[in-house]
């Protein structure tokens, strides 16, 4: 509510995104903040640590697929991200419940459209262009947590490889992709299960075992093409609702384990739906922030914005494999201010949104928010009112703060959540 227009309850409120004007409506919750970052595009900007990683990604993929001197895969690294619910969730047969779809985990422009939360919201869309093998990378925006590894907006590299028959099994043609009772001109007439911890029902165990096997090989490649061979790594099982099976890849960095990749075996019913198909395909996307803050220890997100000469001219290199370890231009104090307040009746120290809370303070505080700590819940025991605590942790890249400075947002931020919540400050 308070990014809508004090004008008359008649008038349609809009968002302005790129020229286009979107009506707002009860799912509006992408704030002007957020909407500054479009069209940034660091991934793609000249001496940017995002940039570099892209093209080395893409580098390693031109290497390792190539087919009569052309590659195999195609790169699409521009694509809008104003995308709809049905491309960011129901094309991947996300769930109408399922909580990625939540107001409090994404940014949306309306009810029926949103900035894409990752950048799988192209898969099918390209798939139904009719391609096979390609790579999507680009800007993704969630509403997360607030530390050193995690910032509403960062970039993915999304990956879709598929292979027919005669591809996967060129050396074995007597193996099949699909089980018999599978017909993949007719695929709606076979209920396909994902149960089976090892594979789906439609597909063999060869198919899935081999198409596993081809999907780690190139994923650990690119670990070591980017960190070295000597990468310490481990594969964890998990769970995304488009593939089957699925795992995500985590990396040993500065003492633990670091996840920078979620994978798997593609859904058949997305192929499916597109149309007959007779192929099988695996995916992934991986996060390019934790990929370069790894390969350049640069500890903290924020610092890929960063406009400043003395970060940015690190990173103007000739060779994208150049060796770089950053180092921080110098090291800036942080200011830590706690915020607690009494809750109104309609809210409980477990109704209350962190999510909105945390965009409230950015919102205010800007860029010099490092961390959002939840550090207290308490419920009075006589008078039964709610309360919490948090700890705001300020810190400036690029000067040293003063605490008269810090005190003065701090209480600007008070008054937001005092305005916005009806909360009493402690
Ligand atoms: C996904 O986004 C899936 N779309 C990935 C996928 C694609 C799986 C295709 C299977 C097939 P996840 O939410 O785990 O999954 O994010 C993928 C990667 O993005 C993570 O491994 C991590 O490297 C990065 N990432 C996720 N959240 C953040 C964040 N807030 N800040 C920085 N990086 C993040
Ligand atoms: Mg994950």
Redesign the pocket.
């Known amino acids: 509510s308070r990014y809508k227009s004090n004008a008359a309850p008649q008038t349609l409120t809009t968002v302005r995104i790129k020229d286009k004007d979107h009506i707002t409506d009860e799912y509006t919750n992408v704030t002007p903040k957020i909407l500054s970052y479009l069209g940034r595009n660091l991934h793609l900007q000249k001496g940017n640590p995002l940039s570099i990683v892209r093209q080395r990604i893409v580098e390693y993929f031109y290497r390792r697929f190539t087919h009569r001197g052309k590659p195999t895969f195609s790169v699409y690294d521009n694509l809008s991200p104003v995308v709809s619910t049905k491309q960011n969730f129901d094309d991947l047969l996300i769930p109408n419940d399922h909580p ?1 779809r939540l107001k409090s985990d994404c940014y949306y422009i309306n009810k029926d459209t949103l900035l894409r ?4 919201a192209h ?1 099918t869309e390209l798939l139904r262009s009719g391609l096979d093998n390609f790579l999507m990378i680009g800007d ?1 925006y ?1 509403r ?2 607030i530390d050193s ?4 907006v ?1 970039h ?1 590299v ?3 490889r598929s292979q027919r028959k005669e591809e996967l099994f060129c050396d074995k043609p007597d193996l099949e992709i699909f089980e018999p009772e599978f017909d993949s001109s007719n695929p709606n007439a076979f209920k396909n299960s994902i149960m089976d911890p090892m594979k789906q029902s439609c597909h063999t165990l060869e198919a899935t075992k081999l198409m596993e096997s081809q999907l780690k090989n190139h994923l650990i490649g690119l670990c070591k093409a980017l960190f070295g061979e000597n990468i310490k790594h481990r594969w964890v099982e ?1 769970y ?1 609702p ?2 089957h099976p ?1 795992w ?2 985590e990396i040993y960095y500065e003492n633990k384990w ?7 075996i ?1 859904r058949n019913e997305i192929l499916a739906n597109i149309g007959p198909n007779n192929s099988i395909a ?6 390019l ?3 370069a803050m790894a390969m350049y220890k640069i500890p903290d ?1 924020r610092l890929m914005w960063s406009t400043d000469s003395g970060f940015l001219n690190q990173f103007q290199i000739e060779n994208i494999n150049a060796n770089i370890t950053y180092k921080p231009v110098s090291v800036y104090p942080q200011c830590t201010n706690d915020i607690s307040f009494w809750l109104p009746e309609t809210l409980t120290v477990d109704t209350f949104t962190n999510n909105d809370f945390y965009d409230l303070v950015r919102d205010v505080g800007g860029d010099i928010i490092e961390q959002v700590k939840l550090k207290d819940k308490f419920i009075h025991p006589k008078t039964k009112k709610h309360s919490l605590c948090y700890s705001i942790v300020y810190r400036h890249l690029e000067r040293t703060l003063t605490q008269a400075e810090v005190n003065k947002i701090h209480k600007q931020i008070e008054n937001a959540v005092v305005k916005n919540y009806n909360v009493v400050i402690r």
Request: one cysteine or more; aromatic letters at 14%.
């Open positions: 990625s939360a990752h950048m799988t898969q993704v969630r997360d947590e590894t995690h910032f509403p960062f993915q999304d990956a879709v998990a995304f488009f593939t699925s995500e890849l670091l996840e920078v990749l979620g994978c798997g593609v695996y995916a992934f996307g991986l996060g922030e934790r990929l997100i």
